[in-house]
């Protein structure tokens, strides 16, 4: 495993990180990691559904501009063989 040092964390976040640690019988780190995972994992899912919605509305964006383009009259026809 790759160690990782992360400096500046606020002092209540250290306590509940070690108050977890203490009531769970782990050790800081394997808290610390756990948190971590769980937070990654929130955090891209997050950012996958932003990017598949960005995705979504572009997609629906040029889906409109090329409705916009087919002349009125041609919609009448939509449709009709």
């Known amino acids: 495993m790759t160690d990782l040092t992360i400096h500046n964390i606020r002092p209540k976040l250290d306590e509940r990180i070690r108050r977890l640690a203490e009531l769970q019988g782990f050790t800081v780190d394997a808290v610390a990691t756990e948190a971590l995972t769980i937070g990654i ?10 990017l598949l919605n960005t995705r979504e509305q572009v997609a629906l964006k040029q889906a409109i501009e090329q409705i916009q383009k087919v002349p009125d009259a041609a919609f009448g026809m939509i449709g009709r063989k």
């Open 41 to 50: 994992d929130a955090i891209e899912d997050r950012v996958r559904k932003h």
